[in-house]
């Protein structure tokens, strides 16, 4: 008789099929509720990694391109002083708006000078796929009354080397001595300054005395995943992939304003 009861007091106590059921599937709860925090964490980490890799390498890009531009010297000769020349354009549905944004690529050259030692030094995209492409340098010099010229496609590729992937936008404008752009058809009687439409963007060639006072440098990087993505994607989606809105807001665009340092103001009176 006292056995009966102290089993009846062990039943009381235990767990029952029903409570044990009731706390696996809170316990199923918290941990999927766990998870996802967990998965958002490691998603936002991400984000903030990529977006801090793109903004430290559009800096160090954008930084570079101001430091050697301000240095464009003119030769006082035929040849080109300054030269820039848009390739090829594309459009980005922006997000949230029915607005696009325009994107240029394109190539540039100018001079510089150390001592007697005259620096030709260019900057171009290749490849370019579907708007996407990567940012190449290359340098050449030339001694004395000797300057360094445009050097042709292969010349670029002998004298060139990497700089930035993920490039989707490279726009270089230039501006006189009153800050007023340079656009067709060429304001005053400047015979040294010419300027014309591609592309629907500015083409420009400085020479003898000529070079831009101040030129307003435009740099646009796309993420590494969303630019692995656009790689991975058949060549017939990837244009629509990056005309997305959502791709277009993995674009960071870097704005430079720089002031040509050896500007001869006599190029423009």
């Known amino acids: 008789m006292n056995f009966a009861k102290s089993d009846r007091r062990l039943l009381a106590i235990a767990f029952s099929l029903i409570e044990m059921m009731i706390t696996v599937a809170l316990l199923g709860f918290i941990v999927?509720?766990?998870?996802?925090?967990?998965?958002q964490t490691q998603r936002a980490f991400?984000?903030?990694?990529?977006?801090?890799?793109?903004l430290e390498a559009g800096r160090a890009t954008s930084d570079l391109l101001a430091r050697e531009l301000e240095l464009a010297q003119p030769a006082y000769l035929a040849n080109a002083n300054f030269y820039v020349q848009p390739q090829t354009n594309n459009f980005q549905s922006l997000p949230g708006s029915s607005m696009q944004r325009k994107n240029t690529l394109g190539?540039?050259?100018f001079l510089t000078r150390s001592n007697l030692t005259w620096t030709g030094i260019g900057y171009f995209m290749d490849p370019v796929t579907n708007g996407v492409g990567t940012l190449y340098r290359y340098q050449?010099?030339?001694s004395g009354s000797q300057t360094p010229g445009l050097p042709s496609i292969a010349g670029k590729y002998a004298l060139s080397h990497r700089v930035a992937d993920g490039i989707v936008h490279l726009r270089l404008q230039a501006y006189n001595t009153n800050g007023v752009l340079l656009d067709p058809p060429i304001p005053g009687a400047w015979t040294?300054?010419?300027?014309?439409?591609?592309?629907?963007?500015?083409?420009?060639?400085?020479?003898s005395n000529a070079v831009p006072a101040?030129?307003?440098?435009?740099?646009?990087?796309?993420?590494?995943?969303?630019l692995k993505k656009l790689q991975a994607l058949p060549s017939a989606?990837?244009?629509a992939y990056l005309a997305r809105e959502q791709t277009a807001g993995r674009?960071?665009?870097f704005r430079r304003h720089i002031a040509v340092r050896n500007v001869d103001p006599e190029a423009y009176r």
């Open 214 to 226: 101040y030129v307003e440098l435009e740099l646009g990087v796309l993420e590494y995943p969303a």
């Open 107 to 109: 190539e540039f050259f």
């Open 32 to 39: 999927v509720g766990l998870t996802a925090m967990f998965v």
């Open 251 to 253: 674009v960071h665009i």
């Open 140 to 142: 050449t010099n030339a």
């Open 192 to 207: 040294n300054v010419s300027a014309s439409w591609n592309l629907g963007e500015i083409a420009y060639t400085f020479t």
């Open 46 to 54: 991400r984000g903030g990694m990529a977006q801090t890799d793109v």
């Open 237 to 239: 989606a990837r244009a």
